[in-house]
Nanobody, 125 residues
Framework: QVQLVESGGGLVQPGGSLRLSCAAAGFPVYYYATGWFRQAPGKEREGVSCFTSTSGSTYYADSVKGRFTISRDNFKNTLYLQMNSLKPEDTAVYYC??????????????????WGKGTLVTVSS
């Protein structure tokens, strides 16, 4: 049974950093497509960053390029999102997601089958 459990959210000041974790069970994170999505109040859920293939190719939304880094620990079977230089507009509920395919065409929520419950990130002074 596939399970995804996020952690690491919280309140951070603008310019600060957070690292989100997503502990996965039921499938190997190194093999299938996984990613991070977020939903801000009053907005649609958007893809932040994804591993789009087994080889480790990645996608980043333009709004987070150069600030966020997706990574995975195959031994711990955990997905991470390192978020630096955080801005108030990064405030959202962040979700970990997965789909049991080895090639992901687009990092969009309609392509993902499994979801965590989310963790809230608030960027505010």
């Amino acid at each position: 049974q596939v399970q995804l459990v996020e952690s690491g959210g919280g309140l951070v000041q603008p310019g600060g950093s957070l690292r989100l974790s997503c502990a996965a069970a039921g499938f190997p994170v190194y093999y299938y497509a996984t990613g991070w999505f977020r939903q801000a109040p009053g907005k649609e859920r958007e893809g932040v960053s994804c591993f789009t293939s087994t080889s480790g190719s990645t996608y980043y939304a333009d709004s987070v390029k150069g600030r966020f880094t997706i990574s995975r620990d195959n031994f711990k079977n955990t997905l991470y999102l390192q978020m630096n230089s955080l801005k108030p507009e990064d405030t959202a509920v962040y979700y970990c997601a997965a789909v049991l395919v080895t090639q992901l065409r687009q990092c969009v929520d309609s392509n993902m089958n499994y979801w965590g419950k989310g963790t809230l990130v608030t960027v505010s002074s």
